[in-house]
């Protein structure tokens, strides 16, 4: 028994001794006349060299032979990689005859690749390719790793390494194998097909780029910038750049545009949803995507840190990228028509890119269906955002034709209004004058002086539409200033005594500190309507007690400004006070109302002289108007 004990114990060490061996001895691959694409994976071991000191002697010697694992499944896909990967397998050729035949690296972006054919004895047949490897020294001129194999009757091994000069890479090792006949047939039809690809996308780069020169839209220099990025994306990513653009540059890789399309995709977002106005809390986050990429784009062309650029910057770019679409969901909610084909473009990216990006990291495996899926949701997107800039043009379009309806009708309201009021206005005049000045019978002074209250209440208004009829003409550009020298003292003089008795009544106190000798060129009848449109503005916002300045700051000889101490503009006010879209009136300190178009009026009035009109203002310390008038002198000076 104990013999019988001892005998089974012997041959399971003997067994599991003999193990390491077996798991090496894996089934070769049969070769063939006739190989469309075969996987290797099944057949294939793995090495990762750790101490970086391993070469083909070594592997040769046997003495690393158990230490190479089965690789599970048909691809090989080991995501990102420090360390120098090891493959080996087997091949059969049953034939009586050489077989030449095609081993192919699916992956274009492997930076370093050394193939060694054993022949027996020692020796080794050496094929090298990868990025860092000059395309002319290449066995196939292909796209992809291609090398060129010879087997001889019986079985032969076949060891791949993979590496990077650099601190990581993809190590995404699928193999396949082509008799040369197939492999010429299948690049022909995927030359036709990448063809399509990149025709079509080019064909939407020159469609956009001239739409750009014809709207000068920002959107669209922003969307060809991308296009052009995106496309040499996927060139590196298929391969053809190391074939036929940059050979000899290999920083010139897929992260470096990838980096670049993201930069300018994010400018795009941010121009054509128009976060910066409608969403400040995403476009900060779109702000600060642009910035990352930007950073990373750097990193990538100038290869300071690649393990960085990988392992970070590849996803969290992915991360803010994905918050324009957030952006654009946001944009649709809020009643922007233009973002539906925005949010829609999304819908293709979003289902292939996360298997893409998992590939990459190992965490699926890799599959021609993955490498073109993203690329035609690419093609689809890019399709679908031509779309959304085509319907923002055509909505902006239709906007405007609207506003310039509106417009009009507006304008042939006003002098239709115009015209019907100031005809029986002008009549009522009159009449009060005759009143006032008839001797017959003449009225008393209670009754005089409410005549005379009538009288002015009805020339003011009059003013009101002669100021509403020139505010409607300087939008059209119909009033152009009379031009002449002024004395700016005596005119501010002139319209301080228009508004005095308001001040009075009020209790504010105005000074004309405007030094006599200053003269400027500018029409006086519009000159003063600002001067008197800023002094009004000022006493209605002071309290009894406070003081209005009109004024000129030393350091500009042709600025008129006018100050108040009383509780000054609102800083939320301060962007929209002189635009006419944007409601800024309020109500005084006294109670008064206002029309909310004085200052615009005013901003018009200075841009017909070329000039402008400014604000500084501080809540609770009073506000200071400045009129701006460039620096001129009328012919007659």
Known sequence: MNLTIASFVRVVCLIMAAL????????????????????????????????????????????????????????????????????????????TTEIPWILLMENPLQFRLEVYEVLGNGKYRFHQGGLQIPFDRRDIAHRKNAFSMKTSPGTGEIYVKCWSDGDVFLANATMTAWSPKHFAADNNGEAYLLGVFYGALSALFFYNLFIFFTVRDASYLWYVSYLVLI??????????GSQYFWPYYPFLNELFFYFGAGFFFQLFSRSFLGTKERLPV?????????????????LAATGV??????????????????ASFFAGIKTLRAGV?????????????????????????????????????????????????S???????????????????????????????????????????????????????????????????????????????????DVNQLQIGAITPAKMKINCHGLVERHIELVRFLAEKKGVCIRNNVPPGMFVTADPDLLGECVSNLLSNAIKFCDGGREVTVFNPGVAPTTLAVRDDGPGVDEQFLPGLFRREIKTSSMGTGGERGTGFGLPFCNDIMKAHGGSITVESETGLGSTFYLVLPDEKPTEW
């Open 20 to 95: 390491p061996s077996a798991a090496f001895a894996f089934e070769p691959f049969e070769l063939r006349q006739e190989m469309n694409g075969a996987y290797l994976g099944e057949h294939v071991e793995h090495l990762e060299d750790k101490t970086k000191s391993l070469t083909i002697e070594k592997a040769l010697s046997g003495r690393f032979k158990t230490n190479f694992k089965p690789v599970q499944g048909e691809t090989i896909n080991l995501g990102v990689s420090r360390y120098p990967q090891w493959f080996h397998f087997s091949v059969r050729n049953a034939a």
């Open 231 to 240: 496309t040499f994306t996927y060139i590196s990513i298929n391969g053809l």
């Open 282 to 298: 995403f476009d900060k986050i779109i702000v600060a995507g642009i910035l990352v990429s930007f950073f990373f784009l750097v």
């Open 305 to 322: 840190d690649s393990s960085i650029v990988s392992l970070a910057g590849y996803p969290i770019q992915q991360l803010f990228v994905v």
């Open 337 to 385: 028509r233009h973002a539906r084909f925005y949010v829609i473009a999304w819908i293709p990216f979003i289902l292939a890119m996360p298997p893409f990006v998992l590939r990459d990291f190992g965490f699926l495996p890799d599959s021609t269906f993955v490498t073109y899926s993203v690329q035609v949701a690419t093609l689809l997107e890019a399709l679908l955002f």
């Open 387 to 469: 779309f959304a800039l085509a319907d923002r043009i055509r909505i902006l379009r239709e906007e405007k034709e609207n506003a310039e309806n509106a417009t009009r009708l507006k304008d042939k309201f006003v002098a239709l209004v115009s015209h019907d009021l100031k005809s029986p206005l002008l009549g009522i005049i009159e009449l009060l004058k005759v009143m006032d000045s008839d001797a017959k019978k003449p009225l008393d002074s209670e009754h005089s002086a409410r005549l005379k209250k009538i009288l002015n209440s009805s020339r003011g208004l009059v003013k009101m539409i002669n100021k509403l009829l």
